[in-house]
């Protein structure tokens, strides 16, 4: 690999891929493992997606962006898509075949699928050394629930991350995939690391994510406030249950500001220049944040008069002067029209649709999104690529 990418950078107008010429074979449906996978093929890597033959499910949720899926268009961008039927002998030689010439393969199937065709990651890894694979799950490889089925919805349940988010009443569901994505990000991590260890040993490696371990992980200071500080966090809304000033208020105009007061510094000039009570310094109930949270109500009860009696561009003005973190209390649309947002270009069929750029930039980067494959779009020309020769796949 590194000579390849050495040849190909020595020619290239523009800096190469940092995974130009990695090949990539990702068995995989839904969002966590195709997240993964989207982002290597960013990267400048190969990626092989194999789908059934009514192709990955995520392409059904769906017919927003003019008329595919808004999952599918997001996150499959720049693969090579092939529908194989891996019950069938010759399908699965294909696919085997792919393996034996990639440098990672990638699964999200139920567990114990990827083995029972054969494709075990630790037998797929003594047949090829060299190869890096990529287990996601929901409940990881061992326990009593690692046969469970494991949407994002049930491991925010399950993980207690619902017990810790949005507002007291009804529960709610945080409203992205975040267990999804968090399990593909991780899957990326372990990989990315396996890559560069490959790069010094020769030898690849096995890298193992469930959503429930990525979930587990988002909920560290909540388990170590519980387990050791005997309390967990309630649910509090847009206040945060351990800092004082931090949320939303509403200006005599109704537009409605978050703001976060982090330390005693920044409190000093919020009641100086935002409140204008220099007085409340010397105030026990507020003289530091232990204080602040534990006379919450009065607190919040002063900043909401004084926001509540202010149209928005002064209590602005007055958040600008101090220093103090705001933010506004946006939309699905606001965000679209957001000054803050770039985006790039991706093609849809005959159309053109513009999504959120990567959250990183860097010199590599290609100005516009390639498109995401049709179902079995590159199927012949694959099938033809990993024919059957006389050599035998090991």
């Known amino acids: 690999m590194t000579d390849l990418y050495r040849a190909q950078a020595s020619q290239a107008k523009k800096p190469v891929k940092p995974l130009a010429g990695m090949l990539v074979v990702a068995l995989e449906q839904a969002v966590a493992a195709p997240y993964c996978s989207s982002r290597l093929a960013d990267a400048g890597a190969r990626v092989i997606k194999i789908e059934r033959s009514e192709g990955d499910f995520a392409r059904g949720y769906d017919r927003h962006v003019h008329g595919e ?3 599918f268009v997001w996150i499959n961008r720049g693969k090579e898509s092939v529908a ?7 399908d699965l030689d294909v696919l085997e075949r792919m393996v034996a010439g990639a440098d990672v393969f990638l699964q999200n199937l139920a567990p114990g699928a990827a083995a029972r065709l054969g494709l075990g990651s630790a037998k797929l890894r003594e047949r090829h050394p060299q190869l890096i694979t990529c287990d996601i799950s929901g409940y990881g490889e061992h326990g009593t629930q690692q046969q469970m089925k494991a949407y994002d919805l049930l491991v925010q349940a399950e993980s207690g991350l619902i017990s810790v988010s949005g507002a007291p009443g009804d529960w709610g569901r945080i409203g992205v995939s975040l267990c999804d994505i968090t399990a593909g990000m991780n899957a990326l991590i372990g990989i990315q690391q396996a890559l560069l260890q490959r790069s010094l040993t020769g030898v690849g490696s096995g890298v193992h994510v469930s959503l429930f371990d990525s979930a587990a992980e ?40 978050v703001i976060s007061v982090q330390n005693e510094r920044e409190w000093a000039e919020f009641c100086r220049q935002v409140l204008k009570r220099p007085d409340l310094l010397q105030d026990l109930r507020c003289v530091d944040n232990a204080a602040r949270c534990a006379n919450r109500a009065f607190v919040d009860g002063l900043v ?25 209390v946006n939309s ?13 270009v991706m093609p849809v069929g005959p159309h053109l649709a513009r999504l959120p750029a990567l959250p990183w930039q860097v010199e590599w ?12 779009e590159h199927g012949a020309a694959l099938r033809a690529e990993f024919a059957a020769t006389d050599t035998p796949v090991l």
Do not use: W
């Open 304 to 328: 909401s008069e004084v926001f509540a009696g202010l149209a928005s561009g002064e209590v602005i003005d007055r958040l600008t002067a101090a220093q103090t973190a705001y933010g506004n």
């Open 84 to 90: 194989l039927d891996l019950k069938q002998s010759e």
């Open 332 to 344: 699905v649309d606001d965000l679209i029209e957001h000054p803050q947002l770039r985006t790039r």
């Open 218 to 257: 988002l909920m560290s200071v909540p388990y170590l406030q519980a387990h050791y500080g005997g309390r967990a966090p309630e649910r509090v809304g847009l206040k945060h249950p351990s800092i004082t000033p931090y949320g939303v208020f509403t200006c005599t105009d109704g537009r409605e500001l």
């Open 69 to 71: 899926s808004t999952y």
């Open 365 to 376: 980067e290609d100005a516009d999104y390639p498109p995401a494959p049709r179902i079995d």
